[in-house]
Nanobody, 126 residues
Framework: DVQLQASGGGFVETGGSLRLSCAAS????????IGWFRQAPEKAREGVAC????????YYSDSVKSRFTIARDKANNMVYLHMNSLKSEDTGVYYC???????????????????WGQGTLVTVSS
């Protein structure tokens, strides 16, 4: 079974940094996408960063581009989300997700993912 476990959330002041971790196991896929999504209260879940092995490319939402970085540690089956210059609007529950992919391209659509980890809460406040 594919299992994903996110961790690293917490409280951070505006302008600060935080690193989220996602431990992944049970991947049967040769080609996969793995991404980070977030959900703020009363808002839809949105993709913030993902990696698509179909084209070897990382994708970012416009709202986090140049502030967030997704990084993989293939040897240890870990995926990280480095978040810098955090803003109050970055507050939400962050999830890591993964699924099989056939092609390259944007991988930021939550409905495309079958496997989800539990969320980790990030609160950004002054």
């Amino acid at each position: 079974d594919v299992q994903l476990q996110a961790s690293g959330g917490g409280f951070v002041e505006t302008g600060g940094s935080l690193r989220l971790s996602c431990a992944a196991s049970g991947f049967p896929f040769a080609h996969y996408a793995i991404g980070w999504f977030r959900q703020a209260p009363e808002k839809a879940r949105e993709g913030v960063a993902c990696f698509n092995s179909g084209d070897g490319t990382t994708y970012y939402s416009d709202s986090v581009k140049s502030r967030f970085t997704i990084a993989r540690d293939k040897a240890n089956n870990m995926v990280y989300l480095h978040m810098n210059s955090l803003k109050s609007e970055d507050t939400g529950v962050y999830y890591c997700a993964s699924d099989f992919v056939r092609d390259g391209g944007d991988c930021l659509t939550a409905d495309d993912y079958e496997y989800w980890g539990q969320g980790t809460l990030v609160t950004v406040s002054s």
